[in-house]
């Protein structure tokens, strides 16, 4: 699997990363964050129209996201995969937030 911001592939935990806090983060090689469609607020669609990226621990401490992020600023970290081509984010798939989800999406990056 690979990072949808940078395009490495995924495979350990960082070792020795001053950012280790996250509550998943020592069992987790990637987390999972909700991205709305449309600017800052979300504005732009609905609870249908959301996507999700799967991000490294480098590049998830880079973004240092919050609960969810939006599109724009999504587009403007210039990522492997874009908005578009994020997969959607079900909310009523107890499995949208775990990783592993992702693993056979086919984004599209080399």
């Not at 509550?23 to 987390?31: L, M």
């Not at 669609?45 to 991000?55: A, P, Q």
């Not at 919050?66 to 578009?84: G, I, L, S, Y």
Request: aromatic content about 14%; some cysteine.
């Amino acid at each position: 699997m690979r990072c949808f911001w940078c395009a490495e592939t995924i495979t350990t935990l960082p070792e020795n990363d001053p950012h280790r806090e996250h509550e998943n983060y020592s069992y987790f090689p990637a987390g999972v964050l909700e991205v709305l469609p449309g600017d800052q607020g979300g504005n732009g669609g609905d609870d249908k129209s959301c996507r999700c990226t799967v991000l490294c621990w480098d590049c998830f401490n880079k973004y240092e996201p919050d609960m969810w992020t939006c599109e724009t600023h999504w587009n403007d970290v210039k990522p492997a995969v874009p908005f578009n081509k994020l997969p959607l984010f079900d909310h009523d798939d107890p499995m949208c937030e775990d990783y592993t989800h992702y693993e056979n999406y086919q984004p599209g990056v080399p």
